[in-house]
Structures are given as C-alpha cells and as structure tokens.
C-alpha cells in the first residue's frame, strides 16, 4: 500500500502527550480491558459529524459504549440478503455478541446528511438522486422521514427531519428479530435523542407524549 | 415508536454535568460551529470497540474530526450499484463535501470482528458463513487478508490479520475515484495505524519498509 | 507517600460536572451540613458489592443515611478486647455519638463474599482457612450460618446464607450493650433487608412469620 | 431474631419509587451484573459519613466502584494474625479476587472520627483511651498522624490530621504484599482525595509537592 503516508507531526504530538498522561494513568485498566475483552453497558450509533462526540457528553470510561457511527445516525431495515450491511453488522455483534442493554440513538442539529435528504427529496439536489452517489443513496432510508415532515412550516421541516431519523432508526431496529426480541424479554431497551450543538441541549423521545423533550 | 425508554439516571447525571462544564466552557465555540458548520481536518475510520476512543487519542477538539465507525474498521471496495453503503457514504462526504486533508484508518488489537473473520475463514464459525449473518458477510471484506497471513505462525496470525484489515481499507479506498484523485492531486493523504489497546502504543504503515513500525 | 498517581481523567471530568450541577444546586445545603455536623435518622450496614448502592435503592439526601460498607454486610460479636474492630467502632460511633434511630443490615445475591465462606466451610476452599487469609478470618463470623443451612436443598443454601449474613449480624448487634440499650428503650430500631440484585427486589425479615418476606 | 422491625414507610415508599424508575429504567444492566458478577474498575475506600457520597461525586454506574466505608477512611497496617480484620479483607477481596486498576482512599473535612482522635491525642478525650472504646482504638491507626501535626497552628492541626488519614492508609496499604506487588507491576495505581465537603472541592495529594492540590 504504496500511498499510506506518514501521520501530520501534531497528531504524533498528541499521541505521546495521552500516551504519556491519560494512557498512562490508566494502563492498569487498559490491560485489563484488553486482557478479558469488553463488556459495554450500552451501543451508541451517532453521526460522523465532528462536533458531536458522546463519550464526552457523557463522560464515558474506556470499555463503557460501542459505538457506530454513520452518516445521520441511520439504521436499515432488516434485510439478511447475504450483501454487506456495516450498521446491521454492528448491532448484531453489539446485541448478540456483547449483549448491551441499551441501544442509544443520538441525532443531532445542523446535519449535513439530514439538509442533504431534504435538499433531494425536495427538488433541489438532483445530483443526489443518481445511483453513484453513495450519500444519496444512503438517505433514500430518511425518506419516509420527509414524508412525515413535508407539510410542517418550512424552518420546523430540518430539525423535525432530524428528529425523524432516530424514530425511523428505532423503527427499523425493531424489524431486526433479534433486537425485538432483546426488547420484549426486556434484555435491552432503546432510547432516542436528539442534541442541539450549538446550545448543547440533549433531548429524548418520549413515546407518552410522542414527541422530544428536553432532559 | 412506542419502544423507547428514558435514559438511565447515570447518563442524565453526567449531561448535566458536561452541559455545566465542558459545554459551558466552549459555548462560544460549539455556537461559531453550529452556526457555520463543521470544517474537519481529518476523517477518521475506527472500529466500534468500546476500547478504542481516537477522541481521546489524539486529543480531539470538537470540529476536527470527522469519524466513521463500523466493525473491525472496514471500508468495502467503491460499488455504485444503487445499493445502500454506509461507509461509501461516510468517506463521499468527507472527500466530496467536507474536504478532509487526511483519511485515516485505525485498527486495533483484540478485535472482536477480525476474531471472528478469522474463526469463519479457519472454518471454526460456520455459523458466520450463512447469508444471514451480517457480521459473517461484512467481514467477508477481510477474506483475502486472511489469505495473506493463514501461512504465518499461529500466534502471529490475529494481529496480522488486524493489520490487513486496515491495508485493505486503504487498497480499498484507492478505489474510489475521488479518493484517487483526492490522494493523487495531494489534496487529501492516506495514513493506516494500529493500536496495541493494552499497552497503548500506536503504529503506523510505512510503505518504504513494507510494515507496520511504532509510531 | 511517592505512589500516589493523579485521577483518572474521565473522573476528573465527572467531578467537575458534578460539582457544577448536584453540589452547586445544594450548596447551602452542604455548606449547612459541614457547619452544623451531620444529623443522620439511620446507620445502614451493606456491602461493598459494586452493585449494591443503598443511596440510590432509597434515594438518599446527603446527610441521612450513615453508611458502613464492607463484605458481606457482616456485625462480629462485642469483644472489647482492645484491638481494632472497624465495623464496631462505625457502630458504637452511630449509635453512641450520633444517636440514629435505625440501624439497617442489607444483605444482597449473589454476594461473593458469601459465596466463598460456603466454598469454605464445605471444604472447596482449603485457602480460605488459612490464617492468612483476610477474607477467611472474615467469613469466620458466618460460619454459624453454614451450620443453619448446610441441610437444605442445595440449590437454595447460597440465598439462605446471604439471609443468614443479615440475622447474625442482628444478633452480634444485640450483644453490642450499648445495642441492646438503645433498642430496649425504644430509642433505636433494627432492621433486616435483603436484595435481589438482578430483579431488584427488597425483602424484610418478619420475626412473627420466621423469614424474609417481600417489602 | 425477634428484634427486627418493619422498615419505616417513607422507605418502603422510596424504594417502591426506585424500582419503578432506575431499577426498571436499568433492569436490563441489573440482571445482566447479576448473572455475570461484578467487574468494577476501582475500590474505593471512604468515611462513613453521611455527607460524602462517592457515587455522586462520580456519576457512578452500577457496577463500576467497589467501596467499603469505615470510620476516618482507616487502612489497618497488614496483620495476618488470623484475627478479624473487615478493612483487610475487602482490601484482599478487591485486589486478590476483583483485580481493580485503581484503589482510591477519600477523606474528607469536618470528619468527626478525626475530630475524636485529635482530641484523644490531646488528652481532651480520657473516655476514648479506654480499652473497651471501640472508636478510640480503631482511631489509633491515626496517632501517628497526629504527631506529624500536633506542632502545626492550631486552627490547622484538623485539616491536616484529616489528611494524614489518608496518607496513613496510602501507607499502610503499601504493608500489604498483594496491594505492594499490584502497585509495583503496574495492574493498580494509588490514589488520595481529601473532599472538603461544604465547598464540595476535591483534593488529591501530588507526591511531587508533596501535599494536596486542587483537581
């Protein structure tokens, strides 16, 4: 692999600072984690997006959360047709393998993906409609998502978008048999949340009242 | 999506607690963030494992990475076949979109999925071989790493096949047209790394000694 | 003392959090607690079982529950023989100096400490019974216990021994003077508890009926 | 045991409360810590006292923090006399059986223990220095402690004395061969807190100043 190139000078910096510091303090730990493997509490699928880490939201230890994380938080349906499936991948191996307890959805404001599925569902990125683009074909999952906001006024349509593809996430994670049976024993619970980056709001699906509400 | 819980008492605890200090602290920034939208420097490719945060490693600052995770860190061969590809559309918006200036792909030892790969390759899972099973046909990805290392001593051959799992995702890449000429016009460089978990240390692919040295 | 190492720093993050939010919320509270001295209504003896919070099981103020942990929530006799006795020192301080008006033993399942005095006595821990061993001498005090259950089914002997930890520690408790005084004269109550940690059941002792039953 | 008594009904009322919310929010994590054991990552050992409780101060999940609790936070000097030793033996317990990467001692102010031996020491206290005093002897494992204050001004002799007891456990921690080989290899770190708990600051002790500072 003649193209890998050595990592930028401050990341080898700061690779030797938490060597030297965070690493160091909790070697003990580390080994330990690596010696008997993992056993998280819970799985996360979040966003790739950059300004949207869990584990500082909520001060995660090492060996805590599995983490997946994907363009707009999205899960697929169930569809064991032999071809790859990373999301699908990952919560098999964090339900059946690791055994979580919780299955966490966290979406987020300002998602790229999410403006971009409303950009195409509404016209305005036919580019994204093409069978090429990966991220297009990615978002086709949010469009019964833009179905259920389209007549909403037109600054609510983003946010409430956002706050379909977690619900269309957990749906989805329901016609995975072994996630609905996790959840049926009570073996597993899922949970929905939405965070604002720009306010740092975290707020969660509640199915009482069928909408977010701040925590 | 009446299946959804509250959030465990714990975790509301601790967002509040990041909300009151590390939020609070860097509101201006999340704020400027939120406002003008994410400008990553890097997109990282890391595996789910709870054990594995590149956050932490490298010190990251929200905003600067953009992080895919999936199982064992894989990234398939580019596929424009209208199909749904998490990665593919993870990496297209990185390069196409945000304009990331590095892609680097993170293994890990211990890895539960290269385990796994290595299992069902060695014929000791043929549980992993069945078209329904999304891990068995997502780490069908890693099969000729298996390949390249099946005629190593045994011991070595888990960690080799960890490492090939990023060599594959970086030959993997150069399959995509716009990472090809993102890497070829010098507007974006590939780096591969891989951590020993236990003991902290990080190594990384040097092409001119054909592996992987510390770092 | 040169072995002192820093905190680790996700419970550095999570101190700051907390002092931001539950200590800044209630600090006319704490800042009248340290003032005043604390007045706890009870002492509660438990295990040091990670899974065993009574501070959360009763929603604990700070300043109400006097707390004595150790394994397996166990009280030895009064001996006031000169040397150091931890557990009666915590004790005679609570009831003495303090002046609590319950004193509550919490037993728990799956209790490891308790586990390893049965492996004791029916002879699977020959290590145990060394003079050496700490946790022997310790599991010593529930050796009585054995004998009250070592007849019945075998699958039933670990739970009646962790009950067995709860009534012992109450009778040792009764032959404290300073005890036997407090709750002869009505001024102090006992009380026995035990906890199904998996299903998170509390049972009580009931002298009328003989045996723990649910709360 | 005739003595026991039905628990008080604000309790019972509590505890109905907590098993209808965090233990049914959560039962997924309990009853998986049930069947698997408990695998925490740190002992922690802290005071009695109803105002500190380390599993607020650190967001604590179930299952993470092995704690005893004693009188001033006292760590006994290694004493295989075959004798009862509660302290030694979760000491044992955590290291031996649980293997925990950290072992944090937390003292704190306004501890009246350390008021107790203070005044003991002074010669303010005859009634402690009797042999039948359970809490004057368990206070002496912290003489030594006060001759390294005694010759402070007086409005700080408290202060530091409540430091000395953690120094003194870190110390007599160190006596025992399992936690010094722990130590020595690196499978455990060290640590000393000193919370003062109107301020809710938190202090650890820097071998490198050689007193306690800020975290």
Request: charged letters at 20%.
């Given at each position: 692999?003649?193209?890998?190139?050595?990592?930028?000078?401050?990341?080898?910096?700061?690779?030797?600072?938490?060597?030297?510091?965070?690493?160091?303090?909790?070697?003990?730990?580390?080994?330990?984690?690596?010696?008997e493997?993992?056993?998280?509490?819970?799985?996360?699928?979040?966003?790739?997006?950059?300004?949207?880490?869990?584990?500082?939201?909520?001060?995660?230890?090492?060996?805590?959360?599995?983490?997946?994380?994907?363009?707009?938080?999205?899960?697929?349906?169930?569809?064991?047709?032999g071809?790859?499936?990373?999301?699908?991948?990952?919560?098999?191996?964090?339900?059946n393998?690791?055994?979580?307890?919780?299955?966490?959805?966290?979406?987020?404001?300002?998602?790229?993906?999410?403006?971009?599925c409303?950009?195409?569902?509404?016209?305005?990125?036919?580019?994204?409609?093409?069978?090429?683009?990966?991220?297009?074909?990615?978002?086709?999952?949010?469009?019964?998502?833009?179905?259920?906001?389209?007549?909403?006024?037109?600054?609510?349509?983003?946010?409430?978008?956002?706050?379909?593809?977690?619900?269309?996430?957990?749906?989805?994670?329901?016609?995975?048999?072994?996630?609905?049976?996790?959840?049926?024993?009570?073996?597993?619970?899922?949970?929905?949340?939405?965070?604002?980056?720009?306010?740092?709001?975290?707020?969660?699906?509640?199915?009482?009242?069928?909408?977010?509400?701040?925590?």
């Amino acid at each position: 692999m003649q193209h890998a190139r050595p990592l930028p000078g401050f990341l080898v910096q700061r690779y030797h600072g938490w060597r030297a510091t965070t690493w160091s303090e909790n070697s003990a730990w580390y080994r330990r984690l690596a010696e008997e493997g993992q056993r998280p509490r819970a799985m996360v699928i979040s966003c790739c997006d950059s300004r949207v880490h869990v584990t500082s939201i909520f001060g995660a230890d090492q060996g805590e959360f599995f983490i997946h994380r994907n363009i707009a938080n999205l899960v697929p349906p169930h569809a064991p047709d032999g071809q790859q499936h990373g999301t699908s991948a990952a919560i098999e191996y964090a339900v059946n393998a690791l055994k979580v307890a919780h299955l966490i959805v966290v979406g987020h404001s300002r998602c790229g993906g999410v403006q971009g599925c409303h950009d195409m569902c509404s016209g305005k990125a036919p580019e994204l409609e093409q069978a090429s683009s990966f991220v297009g074909r990615w978002m086709d999952l949010l469009r019964p998502g833009y179905e259920r906001v389209k007549d909403l006024p037109e600054d609510e349509q983003l946010t409430a978008l956002e706050k379909q593809a977690v619900l269309i996430s957990l749906e989805n994670l329901m016609t995975f048999p072994f996630v609905a049976s996790a959840v049926e024993s009570g073996d597993m619970t899922l949970h929905g949340l939405w965070n604002d980056i720009g306010e740092g709001r975290l707020e969660q699906y509640d199915p009482k009242v069928g909408r977010f509400v701040p925590i």
